[in-house]
Protein backbone atom coordinates (compact mmCIF):
# COMPACT_ATOMS: atom_id res chain seq x y z
CA UNK A 1 0.00 0.00 0.00
CA UNK A 2 1.21 3.38 -1.01
CA UNK A 3 -0.13 6.87 0.24
CA UNK A 4 0.46 9.42 -2.58
CA UNK A 5 0.32 13.24 -2.62
CA UNK A 6 -0.48 14.39 -5.98
CA UNK A 7 0.51 18.83 -6.46
CA UNK A 8 -1.79 20.20 -9.36
CA UNK A 9 -0.34 22.84 -10.52
CA UNK A 10 0.59 23.80 -6.13
CA UNK A 11 3.25 26.21 -5.22
CA UNK A 12 3.02 26.43 -2.01
CA UNK A 13 5.86 23.93 -1.20
CA UNK A 14 6.32 25.09 2.39
CA UNK A 15 2.87 24.29 3.17
CA UNK A 16 2.84 20.70 1.04
CA UNK A 17 6.24 19.74 3.20
CA UNK A 18 4.06 20.55 6.67
CA UNK A 19 1.08 18.81 5.24
CA UNK A 20 2.97 15.78 4.25
CA UNK A 21 4.82 15.45 7.99
CA UNK A 22 1.55 16.11 9.13
CA UNK A 23 -0.27 13.05 7.70
CA UNK A 24 2.40 10.83 7.73
CA UNK A 25 2.64 11.23 11.58
CA UNK A 26 -1.07 10.71 11.97
CA UNK A 27 -1.45 7.78 10.02
CA UNK A 28 2.30 6.71 10.99
CA UNK A 29 3.41 5.68 7.70
CA UNK A 30 5.35 7.84 5.08
CA UNK A 31 3.49 8.90 2.25
CA UNK A 32 5.05 10.29 -1.55
CA UNK A 33 5.40 13.42 -3.09
CA UNK A 34 4.28 13.88 -7.23
CA UNK A 35 5.82 15.83 -9.24
CA UNK A 36 3.36 19.30 -10.31
CA UNK A 37 0.40 17.70 -12.21
CA UNK A 38 -1.27 20.45 -14.64
CA UNK A 39 -4.96 20.92 -13.66
CA UNK A 40 -6.77 18.16 -15.96
CA UNK A 41 -9.90 19.22 -17.71
CA UNK A 42 -12.63 19.38 -15.44
CA UNK A 43 -16.24 20.86 -15.86
CA UNK A 44 -16.21 24.36 -14.53
CA UNK A 45 -18.81 26.98 -13.36
CA UNK A 46 -17.11 30.12 -13.00
CA UNK A 47 -13.99 30.19 -11.77
CA UNK A 48 -14.97 26.78 -10.04
CA UNK A 49 -13.90 23.23 -10.81
CA UNK A 50 -16.21 20.73 -9.88
CA UNK A 51 -14.45 18.32 -7.31
CA UNK A 52 -15.36 15.23 -8.45
CA UNK A 53 -14.18 15.87 -11.96
CA UNK A 54 -10.37 15.33 -10.03
CA UNK A 55 -11.02 11.70 -8.67
CA UNK A 56 -10.75 10.04 -12.19
CA UNK A 57 -7.21 11.72 -13.19
CA UNK A 58 -6.04 11.25 -9.19
CA UNK A 59 -6.94 7.93 -9.73
CA UNK A 60 -4.92 7.42 -12.90
CA UNK A 61 -1.66 8.34 -10.35
CA UNK A 62 -1.88 4.80 -9.10
CA UNK A 63 0.44 2.43 -9.63
CA UNK A 64 -1.03 -0.28 -8.18
CA UNK A 65 -5.07 -1.23 -6.93
CA UNK A 66 -3.54 -0.42 -3.93
CA UNK A 67 -2.40 3.16 -3.74
CA UNK A 68 -4.33 5.51 -1.79
CA UNK A 69 -3.92 8.98 -3.10
CA UNK A 70 -4.53 12.96 -2.18
CA UNK A 71 -4.67 15.63 -4.91
CA UNK A 72 -4.19 19.08 -3.51
CA UNK A 73 -5.83 22.12 -5.82
CA UNK A 74 -5.11 25.66 -5.32
CA UNK A 75 -8.65 26.54 -7.79
CA UNK A 76 -11.68 26.66 -5.52
CA UNK A 77 -14.19 23.64 -6.12
CA UNK A 78 -17.97 23.16 -6.10
CA UNK A 79 -19.90 19.93 -6.09
CA UNK A 80 -23.83 19.43 -7.29
CA UNK A 81 -25.82 20.94 -4.87
CA UNK A 82 -23.61 22.69 -2.88
CA UNK A 83 -21.77 26.82 -3.51
CA UNK A 84 -18.29 25.29 -2.30
CA UNK A 85 -16.53 22.15 -1.38
CA UNK A 86 -12.70 21.91 0.68
CA UNK A 87 -12.42 18.01 -0.86
CA UNK A 88 -14.17 15.53 -1.99
CA UNK A 89 -13.15 11.89 -1.57
CA UNK A 90 -13.97 8.31 -3.47
CA UNK A 91 -12.87 5.53 -0.77
CA UNK A 92 -14.35 3.08 -3.68
CA UNK A 93 -11.45 4.69 -5.79
CA UNK A 94 -9.28 5.05 -3.25
CA UNK A 95 -9.16 8.80 -4.26
CA UNK A 96 -9.62 12.44 -3.09
CA UNK A 97 -9.01 15.94 -3.51
CA UNK A 98 -8.68 18.86 -1.29
CA UNK A 99 -8.50 22.77 -2.15
CA UNK A 100 -6.51 25.32 -0.75
CA UNK A 101 -8.58 27.92 -1.96
CA UNK A 102 -10.74 28.51 1.32
CA UNK A 103 -8.11 27.87 3.64
CA UNK A 104 -5.71 31.39 2.29
CA UNK A 105 -5.53 33.80 4.93
CA UNK A 106 -2.35 36.69 5.76
CA UNK A 107 -1.91 34.29 8.45
CA UNK A 108 0.49 31.56 7.39
CA UNK A 109 0.23 29.45 10.62
CA UNK A 110 -3.05 29.48 10.64
CA UNK A 111 -3.30 28.51 7.10
CA UNK A 112 -1.17 25.96 7.40
CA UNK A 113 -3.16 24.76 10.20
CA UNK A 114 -6.37 24.84 8.17
CA UNK A 115 -4.50 23.11 5.51
CA UNK A 116 -3.54 19.68 7.63
CA UNK A 117 -6.75 19.41 8.93
CA UNK A 118 -9.04 19.72 5.49
CA UNK A 119 -6.15 16.72 4.14
CA UNK A 120 -6.14 14.64 7.09
CA UNK A 121 -10.35 14.83 6.76
CA UNK A 122 -10.30 13.52 3.59
CA UNK A 123 -7.51 10.83 3.96
CA UNK A 124 -9.89 9.62 6.71
CA UNK A 125 -12.54 9.39 4.11
CA UNK A 126 -10.11 7.31 2.11
CA UNK A 127 -9.46 5.24 5.31
CA UNK A 128 -12.77 3.95 6.15
CA UNK A 129 -13.76 7.23 8.55
CA UNK A 130 -17.12 8.84 8.18
CA UNK A 131 -18.22 12.29 9.53
CA UNK A 132 -18.00 12.40 13.17
CA UNK A 133 -20.09 14.17 15.86
CA UNK A 134 -17.11 15.33 17.87
CA UNK A 135 -16.67 19.20 16.80
CA UNK A 136 -12.94 18.86 17.79
CA UNK A 137 -12.31 15.53 15.78
CA UNK A 138 -10.81 16.19 12.51
CA UNK A 139 -13.45 14.13 10.61
CA UNK A 140 -16.25 16.50 11.63
CA UNK A 141 -17.55 18.08 8.98
CA UNK A 142 -16.85 21.86 8.55
CA UNK A 143 -19.58 23.61 6.56
CA UNK A 144 -17.34 27.13 6.80
CA UNK A 145 -14.31 27.77 7.83
CA UNK A 146 -14.99 28.42 11.43
CA UNK A 147 -16.09 24.81 12.11
CA UNK A 148 -12.32 23.92 10.45
CA UNK A 149 -10.58 26.30 12.93
CA UNK A 150 -12.40 24.51 15.84
CA UNK A 151 -11.46 21.17 15.06
CA UNK A 152 -8.32 19.73 15.86
CA UNK A 153 -5.82 18.09 13.22
CA UNK A 154 -6.10 15.03 15.03
CA UNK A 155 -8.74 12.33 15.08
CA UNK A 156 -10.93 11.86 18.24
CA UNK A 157 -10.09 8.54 20.35
CA UNK A 158 -13.14 6.61 18.69
CA UNK A 159 -11.80 7.45 14.90
CA UNK A 160 -8.26 6.66 15.50
CA UNK A 161 -9.42 3.31 16.66
CA UNK A 162 -10.96 3.03 13.21
CA UNK A 163 -8.04 4.20 11.73
CA UNK A 164 -5.16 1.89 13.15
CA UNK A 165 -8.30 -0.61 12.70
CA UNK A 166 -8.25 0.11 8.90
CA UNK A 167 -4.35 0.76 8.38
CA UNK A 168 -3.38 -2.22 10.46
CA UNK A 169 -5.68 -4.52 8.00
CA UNK A 170 -4.78 -3.50 5.04
CA UNK A 171 -0.62 -3.37 5.64
ZN1 LIG B 1 -15.97 14.78 4.88
ZN1 LIG C 1 -14.00 11.43 15.51
Given at each position: MNIKLILFDVKESELVENLKNHVERVLGTEIMLSERRQLPACRRRGDQYLAEDFIFPVNKEAESGEDYKLGVVEVDLYSSG??????VASPFKKSAVVSLFRLKT?????YFERAKKEATHEIGHLFGLE?????RCVMHFSNSILDTDYKSPFPC???NKKLSYFLSSHR
Open positions: LNFVFGHDKKLHCRDTVRC
